[in-house]
């Protein structure tokens, strides 16, 4: 555990209102100065969703309109940021000073999991807290975790329809849709590696969460649940390959990689890497065959992951709208 006094607290208020309670290594630099980014733009705040009752969870978070895979379906800033080695009794202690009383009784309001031996602040943290990466020059304060008012309220699925990604140029959360989600869908994510099989998914889920998963995945009749747990087993054992550089070995031609499309398909498969590799394979064999309708549709598959992974489209849009003005089109046909 850290001493509280190599923390300074910093709280900031931009423009939109929402409120940030942010704890930073005790130097001189306003918040602002010190992440190095505006916290001032609200126009990047993004709500396509409500908030209310989930029958049999509690809260949920629902779509308030249809979004295309890809597309934001909520950003927002978070209310506090801290770094989990800090004590509890400090950020409870400026959680009940510092920040306004609206943001409080949201903090307080959210979903506490753990068993009262946790302190409430504590619980609310470690139930609801996501991890933020890449914080520049933080090294040497363990990671940072933040706390979002309302994506902390999405619950989770196994075969989840929305991917969580952390934008420090803008200093927010948001989620995106990672397959089309329809008006009045409830949005989920994967609080856990989603390549488990159940009987270990549970098992993370129960000790860490407290609750059993009734998702649509865990509710399959034994038969098809084993069939499911087969396709994530094998897609671990794929990625394993992946990771120790075979993949060109596995997946050379059309067909292989049409198999591996497949089988992120049936593993519900989350990881945006994986699929932006797999779906521009598959777009630059498309397109040197010159197989206009494939080319397009996997690049618009592309596109769509490139957008969960890094907020924009990578320059995918241009190939969906026109896969011909690619350099490699039609470089491996044959005129007769
Ligand atoms: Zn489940």
Redesign the pocket.
């Known amino acids: 555990m850290l001493a509280d006094r190599n923390f300074r607290l910093q709280f900031f208020i931009p423009p939109d209102k929402s409120f940030l309670l942010a704890y930073w290594p005790n130097d001189q630099k306003s918040l602002p100065e010190r992440l190095g980014v505006s916290l001032t733009l609200s126009a990047v705040l993004e709500c396509r969703y409500q908030i209310r009752t989930a029958p049999g969870k509690g809260v949920g978070m629902f779509a308030m309109e249809d979004i295309a895979p890809g597309a934001i379906v909520a950003r927002e800033r978070p209310i506090l940021v801290a770094p989990l080695m800090l004590s509890w009794d400090s950020i409870e202690r400026d959680i009940s000073s510092n920040m306004p009383e609206h943001v409080r009784e949201a903090f307080f309001a959210l979903h506490n999991c753990k068993p009262p031996s946790f302190a409430r602040v504590h619980g609310i943290i470690n139930t609801n807290a996501i991890n933020i990466d890449d914080m520049p020059g933080q090294t040497d304060f363990g990671p940072y975790v933040a706390v979002l008012k309302d994506i902390c309220r999405a619950n989770h699925?196994?075969n989840p329809n929305a991917i969580y990604r952390w934008d420090f140029a803008t200093f927010t959360g948001a989620l995106h849709a990672r397959r089309a989600i329809a008006a009045g869908e409830e949005v989920s994510i994967s609080y856990i590696g989603a390549h488990m099989p159940y009987a270990e998914?549970h098992e993370r889920l129960r000790d860490k969460y407290f609750f059993v998963?009734k998702?649509p995945?865990?509710n399959l009749p034994p038969a098809a649940r084993a069939e499911d747990d087969r396709a994530r087993q094998e897609l671990t054992f794929v990625r394993g390959l992946l990771e120790a550089g075979f993949y060109d070995e596995f997946a050379p031609d059309v067909p292989k990689q049409l198999a591996m499309a497949k089988m992120l398909e049936d593993a519900s498969d989350c990881n945006v890497s994986t699929w932006r590799a797999v779906a521009g394979k598959l777009v630059r064999a498309y397109c040197t065959l010159g197989e206009r309708a494939e080319a397009v549709k996997w690049a618009r598959r592309a596109m769509e992951m490139t957008l969960v992974d890094t907020g924009t489209d990578g320059g995918w849009a241009a190939v969906v709208a026109a896969p011909e003005n690619t350099d490699v089109w039609r470089s491996k046909v044959v005129d007769k």
Request: proline share 0%; glycine share 0%; charged share 15%.
């Open positions: 699925s196994c998914r998963c998702c995945v865990c």
